[in-house]
């Protein structure tokens, strides 16, 4: 991003790249402005494309993968292994449009439950907060136990 605002305020026509036919493109913007670092800079932009979209998905997978199995028990592992690389390779095969709306949409959805936690904690969060600041100034001098004796 700081490569993209730096190369559009330095080379203001750059900025035109980002509106094309009245649609954003970004994907021409961030090549064009990676194409103006000489030699390296769409080996740069390459690689680390590269290593952002594997990070993504091994990171989405665990991060499913872990949720899937608090709720469901580790018997989930397998199955959710499965059914995440052939969504995999189903997103792979869509267009570029369909699957960031699928990622936005199912992105959003994940708010809702998130929002009713939020509303049902609510009560618990206010008290937790009073009675933290009621006791700002209150210095907590229980010595840290270490690891050693924690066992």
Not at 61 to 87: D, H, Q, V
């Amino acid at each position: 991003g700081l490569v993209v605002v730096s190369s559009v305020l330095a080379n203001p026509a750059l900025g035109d790249m980002l509106i094309s036919d009245g649609r954003q493109n970004g994907s021409l913007l961030v090549h064009a402005t990676f194409g103006q670092i000489p030699l390296i800079g769409n080996i740069v932009l390459t690689f680390g494309l590269i290593t952002f979209a594997f990070s993504t998905i091994l990171g989405w997978s665990y991060y499913g993968e872990r949720c899937a199995e608090y709720l469901f028990g580790s018997k989930i592992n397998i199955p959710y292994r499965i059914l995440y690389i052939l969504t995999v390779l189903a997103g792979s095969a869509m267009s570029l449009s369909l699957v960031w709306d699928l990622a936005d949409a199912l992105n959003a959805l994940m708010t809702i439950p998130n929002l009713i936690a939020v509303l049902l904690l609510s009560g618990m969060i206010a008290q937790e907060t009073k009675h933290y600041l009621n006791n700002i100034d209150v210095v907590d001098t229980t010595p840290i136990p270490l690891r050693s004796k924690l066992k």
